[in-house]
């Protein structure tokens, strides 16, 4: 079983940053393949940004670019720099683990607005 926390969410201005970070407890988090996706209101969940055991990584093109991806196995921890934000990447942001089975946190509200 794993827990999965994210923080870091909040208000910002166009063309301001953020960092995200999903805390993960209860496995061996290095094993698992860890990503990041988003859910605006009335859309469909996308996937943003997936990084695997090894450390390859991945992105949604509307966030090459501005958004990095990158894992601390010692903290069981992942994170998404999210830098030049845009209006369109406010959403309902949601950490994903998978090994075997998939588990998911709770979402944190991201909102871009001057």
């Known amino acids: 079983q794993v827990q999965l926390v994210e923080s870091g969410g909040g208000l910002v201005q166009p063309g301001g940053s953020l960092r995200l970070s999903c805390a993960a407890s209860g496995s061996i988090f290095s094993m698992y393949t860890m990503r990041w996706y988003r859910q605006a209101p009335g859309k469909q969940r996308e996937l943003v940004a997936a990084?695997?055991?090894?450390?390859?990584?991945n992105y949604a093109d509307s966030v090459k670019g501005r958004f990095t991806i990158s894992r601390d196995n010692a903290k069981n921890t992942v994170y998404l720099q999210m830098n030049s934000l845009k209006f369109e990447d406010t959403a309902v942001y949601y950490c994903y683990a998978q090994r075997y089975t998939a588990y998911w946190g709770q979402g944190t509200q991201v909102t871009v607005s001057s």
């Open positions: 990084i695997s055991s090894s450390g390859t990584t």
